[in-house]
């Protein structure tokens, strides 16, 4: 089991800053790949950015030279750091995490699952 806790949301006005954090605890060796989605209302959720364990990122075209993923593997955290902020990137984000059952080992046992934490509102006033 990976837990996910995401903080970081709030109100900003067009061209503002904001970094969302994304606690994890767990299993998190399990994870081949941290990801962010986002979805706006009456929109489909979309991946926005992603970091393999191997430390490859990859980005939505909305938001590539914006956002950068990160993680600090000391403190199970991965960031999306978020620049030049449009109305258009408001919505409610929620880290995920990628578990594959390839990476267990002895003594722990890893699902092939995703897991989801609860989501920050992030919104962006013109």
């Known amino acids: 089991q990976v837990k996910l806790v995401e903080s970081g949301g709030g109100l900003v006005q067009a061209g503002g800053s904001l970094r969302l954090s994304c606690a994890a605890s767990?299993?998190?060796?399990?994870?081949?790949?941290w990801n962010w989605y986002r979805q706006a209302p009456g929109k489909e959720r979309e991946l926005v950015a992603a970091?393999?364990?191997?430390?490859?990122?990859n980005y939505a075209d909305s938001v590539k030279g914006r956002f950068t993923i990160s993680r600090d593997n000391d403190k199970s955290t991965v960031y999306l750091q978020m620049i030049s902020l449009k109305p258009e990137d408001t919505a409610v984000y929620s880290c995920?995490?990628?578990?594959?059952?390839?990476?267990?080992?002895?003594?722990?046992?890893?699902?092939?699952?995703?897991?989801w934490g609860q989501g920050t509102q992030v919104t962006v006033s013109s």
């Open positions: 767990g299993d998190t060796i399990c994870v081949r790949a």
């Open positions: 970091i393999t364990d191997a430390g490859s990122t």
């Open positions: 995920n995490a990628d578990s594959s059952i390839l990476k267990g080992r002895v003594g722990v046992y890893c699902l092939e699952t995703y897991y």
